[in-house]
T-cell receptor, first 110, second 113 residues
Framework: GIQVEQSPPDLILQEGANSTLRCNFSDSVNNLQWFHQNPWGQLINLFYIPSGTKQNGRLSATTVATERYSLLYISSSQTTDSGVYFCAVVPSGTASKLTFGTGTRLQVTL | KAGVTQTPRYLIKTRGQQVTLSCSPISGHRSVSWYQQTPGQGLQFLFEYFSETQRNKGNFPGRFSGRQFSNSRSEMNVSTLELGDSALYLC????????????FGAGTRLSVL
């Protein structure tokens, strides 16, 4: 099956710093989503981005489908950005089954 | 519009018991998927339902089952609970099978003692 790798696994930032999270996938996809898992476990949708670039406030994401990777940018990080960020994909030609990466655990300190 | 609702939020069971978890999708969404999250295995797909039919199944034993009702609400059942079934169970809904964004509920945290 498709492999999804995220890097770095852990990241510690000071408030105000910028960061880039990466997601590599091993096959073509027709769905790619970025999520933020809050401390209570809920997965919050950040972006649906099978290709192209999107921005939402301090967050932006880019997926280069032909090269099989996606990047999540967090600018001017805040303590509320702490948590685990997951990339999840649906391989082309399949239904809705999301395959998740192992996540990037982000800690933003004062 | 209300989000995906999962009940109960927390459950404690003992080995050998069975458990039923419930998921109400976003209004108008017809596809419901279930995922298990554990520290060791991460997030893994259990199954997907659409129009009361299971459309896709992950690599889990037959003790894990589910169903979907005509109003798109879904339940999943785990029989003969094992310690390793302790996990966060997450439900996601989407408009259609293979159609775009999946939205997740807050999850049910199951502890098996």
């Amino acid at each position: 099956g498709i492999q999804v790798e995220q890097s770095p696994p852990d990241l510690i930032l000071q408030e105000g710093a910028n960061s880039t999270l990466r997601c590599n996938f091993s096959d073509s996809v027709n769905n790619l989503q970025w999520f933020h898992q809050n401390p209570w476990g809920q997965l919050i949708n950040l972006f649906y981005i099978p290709s192209g670039t999107k921005q939402n406030g301090r967050l932006s994401a880019t997926t280069v489908a032909t090269e099989r990777y996606s990047l999540l940018y967090i600018s001017s990080s805040q303590t509320t950005d702490s948590g685990v960020y997951f990339c999840a994909v649906v391989p082309s030609g399949t239904a809705s089954k999301l395959t998740f990466g192992t996540g990037t655990r982000l800690q933003v300190t004062l | 519009k209300a989000g995906v609702t999962q009940t109960p939020r927390y459950l404690i069971k003992t080995r050998g018991q069975q458990v039923t978890l419930s998921c109400s999708p976003i209004s108008g969404h017809r596809s419901v998927s279930w995922y298990q999250q554990t520290p060791g295995q991460g997030l893994q797909f259990l199954f997907e339902y659409f129009s009361e039919t299971q459309r896709n199944k992950g690599n889990f034993p037959g003790r894990f089952s589910g169903r979907q009702f005509s109003n798109s609400r879904s339940e999943m059942n785990v029989s003969t609970l094992e310690l390793g079934d302790s996990a966060l169970y997450l439900c996601a809904s989407s408009l259609d099978v293979g159609a775009g964004i999946q939205y997740f509920g807050a999850g049910t945290r199951l502890s098996v003692l």
